[in-house]
C-alpha cells in the first residue's frame, strides 16, 4: 500500500463571522478531525483579475484564515483516505470562475456557491458520497448545522470552535484557536 493510500483527509466548510455581515463559508481540509493540524482553507477572493478561489495554510488552525472574522465553527463532511494534496488538484480541476455569474453577487454569495459547486464536483469524482438528499438540499443542511452552531455556542471556551457532521448524526469535537 502507497504512502498516498494510507493518507486521511477530512474535508469540512468553516463559517466565519462578523457582527452584522453574513457569515462567509471556506472549505477546509485536514488531517485531523479536530481541524487542528496541517489545515488547508480555500475561498472566493477578489483580485486584479476577479474573484478567484484561493489555497491557504493555516498553521494549527483555521482561526487564523480570516484573521478579522470570527471562526464560528467547522462542518465536518466526510473523512477520505486521499491526501490533501491529492483532494486540492481535484478540486482545482473543478475549474469555477466566477466571472461566469452575475455582477450583482455579494462576495459571501460567490463564496456559499464555490462550497456547494466544490462539494458536489467531490461527490462527481467519487471523492466523497452524499445523499441525494442532502446534495439536493446542500445550502438547507449547512444553514441547519449554522443554527445548531450557533446554539452550542455557550458550550465551549473562547479559545475553541465547535466541529459538527453535516448530518448531526455524530458527535461534536472541539478544536482550538490558540497553541
Known amino acids: 500500500m502507497s504512502q498516498q493510500s494510507q493518507s486521511t483527509t477530512y474535508i469540512g466548510i468553516a463559517l466565519y463571522a462578523a457582527e452584522g455581515f453574513p457569515v462567509q ?9 479536530r481541524f487542528d493540524a496541517a489545515v488547508w482553507c480555500a475561498t472566493v477572493i477578489e483580485t486584479v483579475n476577479g474573484r478567484v478561489a484561493s489555497w491557504k495554510l493555516c498553521d494549527k488552525t483555521p482561526a487564523t484564515f480570516e484573521p478579522y472574522l470570527t471562526l464560528m465553527g467547522i462542518i465536518t463532511i466526510k473523512k477520505v483516505k486521499r491526501s490533501q494534496d491529492d483532494i486540492i488538484w481535484i478540486i482545482s480541476n473543478l475549474g469555477w470562475n466566477a466571472q461566469d455569474y452575475r455582477d450583482d ?72 484557536t490558540v497553541f
Open 25 to 33: 463559508r471556506s472549505i477546509i481540509l485536514s488531517t485531523s478531525q
Open 105 to 176: 453577487l455579494e462576495s459571501h454569495e460567490y463564496a456559499e456557491d464555490y462550497v456547494r459547486r466544490v462539494l458536489l464536483h467531490l461527490c462527481s469524482e467519487s471523492v466523497i458520497r452524499l445523499s441525494v438528499t442532502i446534495k439536493r438540499d446542500l445550502d438547507w443542511q449547512i444553514e441547519l448545522c449554522l443554527s445548531e452552531l450557533r446554539k452550542k455556542r455557550h458550550e465551549y471556551k473562547f479559545n475553541q470552535y465547535p466541529v459538527i457532521p453535516l448530518m448531526l448524526d455524530g458527535d461534536i469535537v472541539f478544536g482550538q
